[in-house]
């Protein structure tokens, strides 16, 4: 089982960039895929999350992110779009097998069972 995660970079404020989680060894569709982020001198933070129909996300990017998955390629997207300084990190997915968690539960990073290495995202003019 592996996640690759890939699509970031350097992109101004205000502008976007799309983010993919491509899962290889297990079909995504029967797992959660959940993206995390962790910006220079602080803890990893939840994101989003996406399991069947059911996302969560970080009210810090509630309005602006959007999770998908695309079940022909079995990869998980993430479009952030607005980007603002505070979204700079590097940004890990993880999967987790068995049922879709709650609310308060999808940013316990001990629940997921496989990451990916991570993709860095620069926002800055």
């Known amino acids: 089982v592996q996640l690759q995660a890939s699509g970031g970079g350097l992109v101004q404020p205000g502008g976007a960039l799309r983010l993919s989680c491509a899962a290889t060894?297990?079909?995504?569709?029967?797992?959660?895929i959940a993206w995390f982020r962790q910006a220079p001198g602080k803890e990893r933070e939840g994101v989003s999350y996406?399991?069947?129909?059911?996302?969560f996300y970080a009210d810090s990017v509630k309005g602006r992110f959007t999770i998908s998955r695309d079940n022909a390629n079995n990869t998980v997207c993430l479009q952030m779009n607005s980007v603002i300084p505070g979204d700079t990190a590097v940004y890990y997915c993880?999967?987790?097998?068995?049922?879709?968690?709650?609310?308060?539960?999808?940013?316990?990073?001990?629940?997921?069972?496989?990451w990916g290495q991570g993709t860095l995202v620069t926002v800055s003019s």
């Open positions: 060894g297990f079909t995504s569709d029967y797992y959660s």
């Open positions: 996406i399991h069947d129909r059911t996302k």
């Open positions: 993880g999967a987790r097998r068995g049922l879709r968690l709650i609310v308060s539960a999808w940013r316990q990073q001990d629940l997921y069972d496989y």
